[in-house]
């Protein structure tokens, strides 16, 4: 009984084992090539002088909005780090296991205060060159986000990442529930064209409260306490928002949002204004 015991703590310690160094992250730099701008550090396998050159001016040229957006002063450089393909990308943050799980379709993260991302010269089949460089501000935001609140609403936290990377989607007629929008798990986000709606209700609060009102939400999410009006209201408002045409949107916004607005129901379908470009990727 002994013999059996110890044997099967040894295969428990194995498969744990295996399964530790399988989901951890193997985020090595000492290999890597390092390029220095203005503001960040940039971490790469192989990169062509030009895809550096678009990188390093992607950023530069955000990092400004960005900064002002968040009222930041850094003083310490970001860390970009830039793996040659979709794989290496994988393996180093979400480990082995987790990397043979997903697809092309996540190529980008941001880690404590890193950015980690694919190539944009090796963006495999779900980006392209483009999608890739918007990318990098996306995570780079996220990190921002991150200094302020390391566990913020999923919706404001991905819609202000989408909005000031320049992710604006084109939007499908039916319109999140409010109750899908308080839900914090990714399913829901994604079930509900999250990328593409989080970007127009970030690009609301901005237009309607102000990027200080923006970013008092996301370090508390309190919108009684920053906005004086329940989530419910706001959405509401949202709703009206959305149906509005591109053109006349924040005039008529800034005469409503002083109104009493009608209850209007969370499965709404409406019309909406539509945008156009890449869906955004985490």
């Excluded at 194995?14 to 000492?30: D, E, P, S, Y």
Aim: hydrophobic share 40%; net charge negative; proline share 4%.
């Amino acid at each position: 009984m002994k013999r059996i015991l110890k044997y099967l703590l040894i295969i428990v310690a194995v498969i744990a084992g295996i399964a530790f160094l399988g989901l951890k992250k193997n985020i090595n730099l000492r290999n890597m090539q390092i390029h220095e701008t203005a503001h960040f550090t940039i971490y790469y396998e192989s990169l062509e002088k030009e895809t550096l050159a678009d990188i390093e001016q992607v950023l530069e040229e955000k990092y400004p909005v960005i900064q002002t957006f968040f009222g930041l002063a850094e003083e310490q450089k970001r860390q970009i780090v830039v793996y040659e393909s979709v794989a290496r990308f994988q393996r180093a943050y979400l480990g082995i296991i987790l990397s043979l799980v997903y697809g092309d379709w996540a190529s980008g993260a941001a880690y404590q205060d890193m950015v980690l991302v694919t190539s944009p010269q090796n963006p495999g089949s779900q980006h392209t060159y483009d999608d890739t460089l918007e990318i990098i501000v996306h995570e780079y935001v996220h990190t921002c986000v991150y200094q302020l609140n390391d566990m913020p609403n999923i919706w404001l936290d991905e819609g202000v990442a989408t909005y000031l990377a320049g992710q604006k989607s084109q939007l499908p007629s039916k319109v999140p529930a409010f109750e899908a929008m308080q839900a914090e798990d990714m399913d829901t986000f994604l079930e509900n064209d999250g990328y593409a709606f989080s970007y127009v209700y970030v690009e609301f609060l901005e237009r309607t409260y102000g990027s200080r009102q923006v970013v008092r939400l996301i370090e508390t999410n309190d919108y009684e306490g920053v906005l004086g009006k329940s989530a419910l209201d706001v959405y509401n408002e949202w709703l009206l928002y959305l149906g509005m045409e591109n053109s006349t949107s924040c005039a008529k916004m800034n005469a409503l949002v002083t109104q009493p607005l009608p209850q209007i129901p969370s499965t709404s379908t409406i019309a909406i204004c539509r945008g156009t470009g890449p869906r955004a990727m985490r």
